[in-house]
């Protein structure tokens, strides 16, 4: 009677197989069951009759260590003895196969030259135990080279400056290990330069992380030196020292800080900026944000499309300044009508500095007084036919046109003319609520002006 094969081989069986040589892959089932060791069992013959059996595969122990074994003596002892020629042949197959590398200075060459040679010798160090993880690249390969690297030399540079150096590497492993370690040591140059690849991706990104907030700290001390008024000649070198190519034509907007994320108000405002302008800078002031624009676009463009960055609140434009000795004025304006802007309600966003005159005036802005004086009540008292005479009984009489008439003894229709020449003087129109409130506010301090001469 032909013995029965169990559904289910134990442990012991699984030591017997590991214990006995494989058989040819033509041996059959019926062999199987007729070796001299069967006892109900069959014996220590692995064929693919078993690999086919996924319960006898589930149930033989597998090695799951993946881990690269360390060299042998002799071919570390090779690897180290090769270091000056590896370095050696890398330098010359870079100066051949890069362009950009033979147009270097010879200071950022030397630098490079040192990174390949110490990137070889770190390799060698590594490779003693390969199992480890070579964590500590970053210090050890990148450490001696200079951070100004990293603003010469691109990250796409730099990984094929590394892709260069692998290649000469991989050619000289057959002249380094034996056939049968060629493989291994091969696999450690691809895990190492992985490695590297990571760390020359961290460097500079914490160069770029460094440089960013350099040019934040930058852009802040611009904004400050155009608050406070800095001489003209200080101030452009300032803002020539953050990029800027255009110095023409600048507006400044000021609005409110979104409560979170920041950081990516300010790189989203940047980048829309750069849509209605030549050059942008952002400066964030606690709660208030300063946008200034140079070259700007404003004719063209609707500036509502700038709301949706910042936080909610008024947002303030300054008058245009033609250069950068005007830009202190324009600031100043803009700040000011940011912090009045809050008691007109019903004021379009964004709104203009000049149009919030009279409520910067009442908060103590000296540049509004100056500007309703000068730009609307001397104008007024300069310009015949009694126009400052008319506009101040109409205000007076609740804008009544008949009223006013009678009050100055002449006709209507003289009222309506003096009022229409009240605003092209001044480019305020009295018959428009809000117009006639910054027209008023002007009579009150030109009025008090005069005054106090």
């Known amino acids: 009677m032909q013995a029965a094969t169990p559904k289910h081989p134990g442990p012991a069986l699984n030591a017997e197989f590991s214990s006995c040589p494989a058989t040819d892959d033509s041996v059959t089932g019926q062999e199987l069951f007729n070796h001299p060791h069967s006892d109900g069992h069959h014996g220590g013959k692995v064929t693919k009759l078993e690999a086919m059996s996924p319960e006898l595969e589930a149930a033989t122990p597998k090695n799951h260590s993946n881990q690269p074994q360390p060299p042998s003596p002799q071919t570390l ?10 370095s050696t042949t890398a330098l010359k197959y870079l100066d051949q196969q890069l362009p950009w590398y033979r147009s270097l200075d010879p200071n950022e060459r030397a630098a490079l030259g040192l990174i390949a040679q110490k990137g070889i010798s770190t390799f ?63 696999e450690a140059v691809l895990r190492y330069s992985r490695e590297v690849a990571f760390a020359a991706a961290d460097v500079y990104a914490r160069a770029a992380e460094t440089r960013g907030a350099w040019d934040s700290r930058l852009e802040a001390h611009v904004v400050d030196a155009v608050l406070h008024g800095e001489p003209h000649d200080s101030l452009a070198s300032r803002i020539a020292a953050i990029g800027w190519k255009s110095q023409k034509d600048i507006r400044i907007l000021v609005g409110t800080t979104p409560a979170a994320n920041s950081a990516t108000f300010v790189s989203t405002l940047r980048r829309v900026a750069t849509r209605y302008s030549r050059d942008s800078l952002v400066g964030v002031l606690g709660d208030r944000s300063v946008l200034m624009l140079s070259d700007t676009k404003f004719d063209e463009v609707d500036l509502t499309r700038f709301t949706r960055f910042f936080g909610p609140g008024p947002i303030v434009f300054s008058p245009l300044a033609a250069t950068v000795k005007e830009m202190h004025h324009a600031a100043v304006a803009a700040v000011a009508g940011y912090s009045a802007a809050r008691a007109w309600p019903q004021a379009p966003n964004p709104v203009s500095a000049d149009d919030l005159w009279p409520e910067r ?42 009223g006013t008439a009678r009050e100055l003894f002449v006709h209507a229709n003289t009222v309506r003319y003096r009022l229409k020449r009240v605003s092209e003087v001044t480019g305020w129109d009295p018959l428009v609520p809000r117009d006639a409130f910054v027209l008023q506010s002007a009579l009150l301090y030109g009025r008090l002006h005069e005054f106090n001469l």
């Not at 002892?77 to 590896?86: A, E, P, Y």
């Not at 990148?142 to 603003?151: D, N, S, V, Y």
């Open 77 to 86: 002892k090779r690897l180290q003895s090769h270091i000056g020629v590896l």
């Open 361 to 402: 005036a009442s908060n103590g802005d000296q540049l509004a007084r100056t500007a309703l004086i000068e730009q609307v009540y001397q104008p007024l008292q300069q310009a015949s036919n009694g126009l400052l005479e008319t506009l101040s009984s109409y205000l007076a009489l609740g804008h009544s046109l008949e």
């Open 124 to 186: 060698v160090t590594w490779y003693e135990d390969p199992s480890s993880t070579p964590s500590w690249v970053v210090t050890d390969v990148f450490g001696a080279a200079p951070t100004e690297l990293t603003r010469s030399i691109s990250l796409q540079k730099a990984l094929g400056l590394l892709r260069t150096i692998v290649e000469v590497v991989e050619s000289q492993v057959p002249d380094i290990a034996t056939e049968s370690e060629q493989a291994a040591l091969r």
